[in-house]
Antibody, heavy 126, light 110 residues
Framework: EVQLVESGGGLVNPGGSLRLSCATS????????MIWVRQAPGKGLEWVGR????????DYAAPVKGRFTISRDDSENTLFLQMDSLKTEDTAVYYC???????????????????WGQGTTVIVSS | QSALTQPPSASGSFGQSVTIACTGT?????????VSWYQQDPGKAPKLMIY???KRPSGVPDRFSGSKSGNTASLTVSGLQAEDEAYYYC??????????FGGGTKVTVL
């Protein structure tokens, strides 16, 4: 069964740091494009950033660029999100998700995401 | 990059159709055929319903269809069922390895 499980969320003070993990199983993680998406309370979805498969580019949304770092450990099939200099507006449920590979074999790591974790909640507050 | 614009709510009667618009700009929806739609129940993770404007992943009912004209993409749900009541989000590739989402539309089945 294909599965993504996030962990590491919690309550942190503004200016603090937190590291989220996304443990994956059931697919070849090393080949997958992996993405972080967040959802503030009562709000819509927001793309945070994306890593291509091993050795590929990593890109970030403007609001988190320079503060958040995406990394991956292909030996452990795990995706990470290091969040530094946290702000109250970073409060959200954070989802990890996988770039969709369609039936023709085309990857959609930049535009369509098929498997999602259950999310982990990050609250930035003093 | 600004979020795409969706109406906050939409409704349709059981068995009828509802169409949700997603308006972007010539830099995202208008430029790329990489519009996706997601269904999300409250407290749950989103589910991919449409990709590349009008394609359905395996397992998504053909009651769900997508289209695009200019800077506006649309999702139509035909033959509305009770289980279609949910939030729907559009997204579009916006170039420079960036993706933008819409604000979401709550669909109510009357």
């Amino acid at each position: 069964e294909v599965q993504l499980v996030e962990s590491g969320g919690g309550l942190v003070n503004p200016g603090g740091s937190l590291r989220l993990s996304c443990a994956t199983s059931g697919f070849t993680f090393a080949r997958a494009w992996m993405i972080w998406v967040r959802q503030a309370p009562g709000k819509g979805l927001e793309w945070v950033g994306r890593t291509k498969s091993t050795g590929g580019d990593i890109d970030y949304a403007a609001p988190v660029k320079g503060r958040f770092t995406i990394s991956r450990d292909d030996s452990e099939n795990t995706l990470f999100l290091q969040m530094d200099s946290l702000k109250t507006e970073d409060t959200a449920v954070y989802y990890c998700t996988r770039g969709y590979r369609d039936s023709s074999g085309s990857y959609h790591g930049d535009d369509a995401f098929d498997i999602w974790g259950q999310g982990t909640t990050v609250i930035v507050s003093s | 990059q600004s979020a795409l614009t969706q109406p906050p709510s939409a409704s349709g009667s059981f068995g009828q159709s509802v169409t949700i618009a997603c308006t972007g700009t010539s830099s995202d929806v208008g430029r790329y055929n990489y519009v996706s739609w997601y269904q999300q129940d409250p407290g749950k993770a989103p589910k991919l319903m449409i990709y590349e404007v009008s394609k359905r992943p395996s397992g998504v009912p053909d009651r769900f269809s997508g289209s695009k004209s200019g800077n506006t993409a649309s999702l139509t749900v035909s033959g509305l069922q009770a289980e279609d009541e949910a939030y729907y989000y559009c997204s579009s590739y916006a170039g420079s390895n960036i993706l933008v989402f819409g604000g979401g539309t709550k669909v109510t089945v009357l």
